[in-house]
């Protein structure tokens, strides 16, 4: 099993053509959380000529999980209609080390489904999550890509802004960043001042060690909609808290017409 992973920076087109052309008809299967580094690591799959054959998203019942996203996961079915991809959804209790059992066999049934050869992972710095997810690809027999594995988290945090990914604060449980945060949308001054809290505080930049979660509302791989938020709630505990999304809808891009229609989550 070999792992792909990605440069310390965010590539340009140019240093990425030979390896583009080596990973061209690529079947892969992403894991998929609906925030911000999963989307953004299916965008550079896609730029790498990958394709990507299902999103396949753990819900787990335990909030505390070391290895997944938890906050607002059903909204993931309308991440994958706005990018018009299948969606395996796949459940787990969140046990401690058990989960990955679970995560293995929801890849174990995926892959017979889809018949892809490549797990997509977003994880940037967290040896925990990359050293277990290489170990249930390669007893799967499963090539790894990860592309944002090891860059510069400030940089790439503007780098998503810059390149017009739409996201919001779903969960927070770190020192510096009070409820005001939760369901506030991430635009470029928002951006700069988590930079300074992170630096302030000493969390990590792009949330990487579970400081907060993101979901992305829009952004350019969102082809066939972007996501509208109708009814949500704040959920606080003294120092950590959710955004519980209560009900949402796929609204389609349409510039040109000021009607859309919706597609509201179950």
């Known amino acids: 099993m070999a792992a792909l992973s990605g440069k310390s920076h ?7 053509s030979g390896e583009l052309l080596a990973m061209q008809g690529i079947k892969s299967a992403a894991l998929y959380s609906g925030g911000k580094d999963s989307t953004y690591a299916c965008a550079k799959a896609f730029e790498y000529g990958h394709e990507i054959v299902c ?3 753990m819900w ?10 938890t906050a607002n996961i059903e ?7 706005a990018m018009g991809l299948p969606h ?11 989960e990955l059992e679970d995560i293995a066999s929801a890849l174990t049934d995926s892959k017979a489904k889809f018949g892809f050869d490549t797990i997509i992972t977003g994880a940037i710095a967290s040896r925990y999550q990359r050293e277990r997810i290489e170990k249930i690809a390669k007893e799967l027999d499963l090539k790894v890509f990860s592309p944002l594995w090891g860059v510069d988290q400030k940089t790439y945090f503007r780098t998503l802004v810059n390149e017009g990914y739409r996201f919001i604060l779903t969960s927070i449980s770190a020192e510096g960043l009070d409820r005001s ?33 993101t979901l992305v509302l829009d952004c350019p ?13 704040v ?3 003294g120092y950590f808290g959710v955004l519980k999304i209560l009900e949402s809808t796929l609204e389609e891009k349409q510039a040109d017409c000021g009607e859309t229609s919706e597609l509201k989550s179950e």
């Open 88 to 98: 395996f959804l796949a459940r787990t209790q969140g046990k401690k080390e058990e």
């Open 55 to 57: 999103l396949l998203t």
């Open 181 to 213: 945060w939760l369901g506030r949308e991430i635009g470029s001054h928002e951006a700069e001042i988590l930079m300074d809290l992170s630096s302030k505080f000493g969390f990590n930049a792009a949330f990487e060690g579970g400081e907060a979660e």
């Open 75 to 81: 909204v993931t079915k309308l991440s994958a209609r």
């Open 10 to 16: 965010i590539q340009s087109n140019s240093t990425m």
């Open 60 to 69: 787990s019942e335990n909030p505390e999980s070391y290895m997944l996203h």
């Open 221 to 233: 791989i969102f082809t066939r909609g972007r996501i509208k938020i109708l009814r949500s709630e």
């Open 235 to 237: 959920q606080w505990h």
